[in-house]
Each structure stands twice: as C-alpha cells, then as structure tokens.
C-alpha cells in the first residue's frame, strides 16, 4: 500500500519512517512508474499538457522550443515542434478552444519598458502531422513572473496567470490583448519564509467555480471561488499543506482528475494526491526514486494515468535533464 496519509501534526522523523516503509512494499502495491523520455542536461521540462489526441505539449526552461511527445509510441520521443520569438523559456498552458492554445514565455527581464512576460497563443492541428503554428502573441507588462495558466471556463480566450513573486492572479484577454489584475492576496506571495530563491503563487487551475492555487513559497494548497471573470468572491480557503516535511519540500504545478482528486508534483521526489476533501497522501515518487525534481502533472484524457515533468538534476553526480514519466492510476488502491 503505497497511500500514507500525511496529517499536518507529522513529524518530519515519522515522515520519513512511514516514506521508508512505503518503498520497502512490494512493488506491485505501488503504481507502476516509466520513464518515457528524458532530455540531455541543462534542460527542465518545465510544465507539460494533454492534447484531446493523448499526445503532450512540454515546455522547457532552456529555449523557446515547444515539444510534442506521443506517450503511447512504442519509443516515446519528444519532437520540437516550433519555436517561439522573443522568449527563453515557457511554462504554463491552457486551451482557450478551437484548436487554439496559450503558453507563456518568459526572456530576461530588459532595461525600458518592454516586457520580458509574454503569452504566446499557439493554433495546433492534429490532422495526420502535428502542425503547430504562431497565432499571435500578448506582452504582459508590468510582472516578472508567470507560471501556471487556466483559461476562464466562460469566456476561455481570457486566462488567469499566476505572478509568484507580487502574489497576484493577472487576466490576460487574449482577444483584445487588455492585461488586468484579478486579485493580489497573501496567500499568492512568497511569504517571509525568508527562503530568497521560493516563490509564491505556482500552479492554477478552475474546476467548479474555484481557482486552485499552489503557493510553492508557503507550501500551500488552496482555493478561491471566483466569478466569471476571475475575480475572488470570498477568502482563500487552504485545503492541504506539506507542515512537517523538511523546507526544501514544495508543492510545483498539478492537475485534476475527473473525481476531483489533485496531482500534485512535488519537490524534490514525488506526486502527492489531494482528495477533494483535502486528504493528502504521497501517490508516486518517494526517497530514491526515478523522479529528478518533479515540476507539474497532467492528467490522461482517459483518467488511467498521470505524466509527471521533472526539471532534473544540476547539481552533484550525475547532472541529468528534465524527464517525461507516466504513472499508471488505475489499478491503485485508494
Ligand atoms: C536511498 O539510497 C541511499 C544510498 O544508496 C541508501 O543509503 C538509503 O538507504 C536509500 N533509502 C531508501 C529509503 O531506500
Ligand atoms: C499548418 O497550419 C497552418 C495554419 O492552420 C496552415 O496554413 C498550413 O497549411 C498547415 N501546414 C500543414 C503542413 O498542414
Ligand atoms: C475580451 O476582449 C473581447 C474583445 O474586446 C471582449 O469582447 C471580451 O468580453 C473580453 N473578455 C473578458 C472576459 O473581459
Ligand atoms: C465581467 O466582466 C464584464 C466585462 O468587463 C462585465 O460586463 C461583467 O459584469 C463582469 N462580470 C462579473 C460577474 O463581474
Ligand atoms: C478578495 O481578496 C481580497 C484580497 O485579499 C480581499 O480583500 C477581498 O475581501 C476578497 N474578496 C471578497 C469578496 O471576499
Ligand atoms: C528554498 O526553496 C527552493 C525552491 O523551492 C528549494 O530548492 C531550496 O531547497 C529551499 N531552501 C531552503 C534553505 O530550504
């Protein structure tokens, strides 16, 4: 049985006892993890997406190329399939209907006053060849961070994107490229942790009426409900939390399954699952195990597994890139 509930009262010692006692299971008790491509070092693959055909989008951290990988080929390999100007790195993405995608890019932050923040919106047909082509592209002033995207389940040619150092939830209206702040909140910063290099606010995602947040920096997992337009209608409610775990554990980006059940990527080894009632327990990864930094999660069109994205390792023996896993979630007792 590889589900340990973790309660905010354990103590890092129990922790890692009960994280041990996982590992030392059986491993057909626990859900069945592959590797399905990693890249070569320096490159983190830093969020990836589910297309309706079950291939994946993945951004990295080291270039503005955009990758494709079809997880179900005999010899899963990942493909650049554009690259986008202006930018050196991407992150998160979200659908905003018709074939069209957001994704946003990232270059170093300039002297004047053009932004280093962009969101990039991408046409991909997947007739016969992937085809992936420039849409248009919305400068984002004023931030000097984004990362996890959702696109407004009413009006979805507008996303809400995640600035993890001023702890703000930015929309940004794709169509007429106007670019407001939906709501600042505490619970979005990094906090006076007094860790310099943890940001806040991470990933985001919509489901029911509520923005659900992580906050890498408080290593916090919350919501929001929200309106139409994005804005919070009431205070943060904070379901889940990784209290008594060592600081260098941090919730990265996640994704919904159909019953509701967060996958969360944590740092720096494992998946945590979080039930709709805030129940946590560590899905996938754990102490020596394949998982190199671990930065988002997305969830198979037909809900049997999750894809993992990791940043890989740069420091100590060996240096490795950034890999694309699949975890198997049917099967798995919960
Ligand atoms: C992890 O690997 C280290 C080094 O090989 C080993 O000492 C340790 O016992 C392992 N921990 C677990 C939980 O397997
Ligand atoms: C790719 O898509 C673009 C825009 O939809 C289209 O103009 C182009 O012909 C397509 N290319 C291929 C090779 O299908
Ligand atoms: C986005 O801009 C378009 C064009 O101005 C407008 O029709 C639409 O209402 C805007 N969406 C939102 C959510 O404000
Ligand atoms: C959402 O924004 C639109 C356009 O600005 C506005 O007309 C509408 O009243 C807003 N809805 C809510 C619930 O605030
Ligand atoms: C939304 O969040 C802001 C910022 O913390 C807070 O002041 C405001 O009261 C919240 N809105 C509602 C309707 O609760
Ligand atoms: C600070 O946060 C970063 C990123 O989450 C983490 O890698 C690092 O280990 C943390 N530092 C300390 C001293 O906890």
Redesign the pocket.
């Known amino acids: 049985m590889a589900i340990i509930p973790l309660t905010p009262s354990s103590k890092f010692r129990t922790l890692l006892v009960l994280l041990m006692a996982s590992l030392s299971m059986p491993s057909q008790a626990a859900p069945q993890a592959s590797q399905l491509f990693q890249f070569t070092y320096p490159t983190s693959v830093e969020n990836l997406f589910a297309l309706p055909n079950g291939c994946l989008l993945l951004s990295t951290s080291a270039n503005a190329d955009l990758w494709y990988i079809d997880p179900e080929a005999l010899y899963p390999a990942a493909q650049s399939v554009i690259t986008l100007p202006g930018s050196i790195a991407l992150s998160g993405f979200a659908a905003l209907g018709d074939g069209l995608y957001a994704v946003t890019g990232s270059a170093p932050p300039k002297c004047g006053s053009e932004s280093p923040m962009q969101v990039y919106v991408i046409k991909i047909g997947t007739e016969g060849d992937v085809n992936v082509t420039l849409d248009h592209t919305v400068a984002v002033p004023g931030t000097l961070s984004m990362d996890g995207m959702a696109a407004?389940p009413e009006?979805p040619?507008?996303v809400l994107t995640a600035d993890a150092i001023q702890g703000r939830i930015l929309?940004v209206?794709t169509?007429?490229h106007?670019v407001s702040v939906a709501f600042e909140h505490a619970a979005l910063k990094p906090g006076d942790g007094g860790n310099a290099t943890a940001q806040g606010v991470k990933g985001l995602k919509i489901r029911d009426g509520y923005l659900y947040f992580t906050n890498s920096a408080q290593r916090t997992f919350g919501r929001f409900p929200i309106n139409?337009?994005g804005t919070n209608t009431s205070d943060v409610e904070i379901l889940a939390r990784l209290d008594g775990t060592p600081n260098s554990v941090s919730y990265g980006d996640f994704s919904f399954d159909r019953a509701g059940n967060a996958f969360v990527a944590v740092h720096p080894q494992s998946v945590h699952k979080i039930t709709p009632e805030g129940a946590q327990s560590v899905f996938a990864g754990g102490v020596n195990s394949t998982f190199l930094e671990p930065t988002s999660v997305a969830v198979s069109n037909n809900g049997k597994s999750i894809y993992v994205s990791t940043a890989g390792i740069d420091s100590g023996f060996p240096i490795t890139g950034g890999q694309v896993l699949r975890v198997q979630v049917e099967g798995t007792c919960t």
Request: aromatic share 0%; glycine share 0%.
């Open positions: 407004l009006h040619r507008t929309r209206n169509s007429d106007s139409e337009n």
